[in-house]
T-cell receptor
Framework: DQQVKQNSPSLSVQEGRISILNCDYT??????FLWYKKYPAEGPTFLIS?????DKNEDGRFTVFLNKSAKHLSLHIVPSQPGDSAVYFC?????????????FGKGTHLIIQP | GAGVSQTPSNKVTEKGKYVELRCDPI?????LYWYRQSLGQGPEFLIY????????DSGLPNDRFFAVRPEGSVSTLKIQRTERGDSAVYLC????????????FGEGSRLTVL
């Protein structure tokens, strides 16, 4: 039973345009959400996070939006660059519940077309 | 070292053999996590250490899997009587205190069981 779902296995976007990656979750105990980026043969690297007390967090070209009522979050990348081509994982944590560790989605492979 | 170090980077073994995978976390990080990533899936939580003790081992799939962290730094994941279904990339991550959500991952150890 997938608690974190990324329904798009891949996404192709033209360089310079906006990339929007989506993530849905089912566990209402989740209160902290993260996006990780992964290149082939490397470990995932942290990109951006958001706490459930916020609905938006921005860091340079990356913005994460959280809609708690819909149990949905999205990552916006603008403008998209060739180096953004990677697999993006959405992850969630239930910090207030005292649990540690992250629950990951299956990932979305973002391809930036020149 | 500067990042999380995992050895070996690749391990090929035969069904039924015993395997050890090593993780050297970022210096000073008290929390250490093991994840497993199968093809086409996101990282799946296995076990979490806070210091020397396993705070949560609920993700270990069965009793063939065991992990230790005797001095609160380096950790070893041990797999007995390996099966073909154990083939995956085993990722180690560390964080400064645990519970913060943001994990720093190593590059992983790719295990292939023939």
């Amino acid at each position: 039973d997938q608690q974190v779902k990324q329904n798009s296995p891949s996404l192709s976007v033209q360089e310079g345009r906006i990339s929007i990656l989506n993530c849905d979750y089912t566990n209402s105990m989740f209160d902290y959400f993260l996006w990780y980026k992964k290149y082939p043969a490397e470990g995932p690297t942290f990109l951006i996070s958001i706490s459930s007390i916020k609905d938006k967090n921005e860091d340079g070209r990356f913005t994460v939006f959280l809609n708690k009522s819909a149990k949905h979050l999205s990552l916006h990348i603008v403008p998209s660059q060739p180096g953004d081509s990677a697999v993006y994982f959405c992850a969630a944590s239930a910090l207030r519940g005292g649990a540690d560790g992250l629950t990951f989605g299956k990932g979305t492979h973002l391809i930036i077309q020149p | 070292g500067a990042g999380v170090s995992q050895t070996p980077s690749n391990k090929v073994t035969e069904k039924g053999k015993y395997v050890e995978l090593r993780c050297d976390p970022i210096s000073g990080h008290t929390a250490l996590y093991w994840y497993r990533q199968s093809l086409g899936q996101g990282p799946e939580f296995l076990i979490y250490f806070q210091g020397t003790g396993a705070a949560d081992d609920s993700g270990l799939p069965n009793d063939r899997f065991f992990a230790v962290r005797p001095e609160g730094s380096v950790s070893t994941l041990k797999i007995q009587r390996t099966e073909r279904g154990d083939s995956a990339v085993y990722l180690c991550a560390s964080s400064l205190l645990g519970g913060s959500g943001e994990l720093f991952f190593g590059e992983g150890s790719r295990l292939t069981v023939l």
